[in-house]
């Protein structure tokens, strides 16, 4: 699955800070794409984003790029995907 455009901005700004990206970075980076409650909605951004394994959470407010990841030509990939039964 490929990330979205909000959740490509914040793994680049991470890659380029130390692989890691705090809450308060990523609303002031994609926040002016919600009208109201910004803070909402990039948490739920960032928590749709450790589920599917982009990122992990190190603590509260701290995220840093997966390890588990892995890139095709098809986009990010969990490595669980790609063994078969």
């Known amino acids: 699955m490929k990330p979205s455009l909000k959740q490509k901005q914040i793994l ?3 890659v ?5 990206i705090t809450k308060k970075q ?3 980076l994609i926040g002016h794409y919600y009208f109201l409650n910004a803070q909402k909605y990039v948490g ?10 982009l990122l992990k ?3 509260n407010g701290l995220f840093e790029i997966s390890t588990e990841r892995k890139e095709t ?3 990010i990939v969990n490595p669980n995907q790609l063994e078969l039964l």
Do not use: H, P, T, Y
Not at 16 to 20: L, P, S, V, Y
Not at 44 to 53: I, Q, T, W
């Open 16 to 20: 380029k800070n130390d692989n890691q």
């Open 73 to 75: 030509s098809k986009g």
């Open 57 to 59: 959470r190190v603590k």
């Open 26 to 28: 990523a609303i002031e």
């Open 12 to 14: 680049d700004f991470a």
């Open 44 to 53: 739920e951004v960032l928590s749709r984003m450790v589920k599917s394994k």
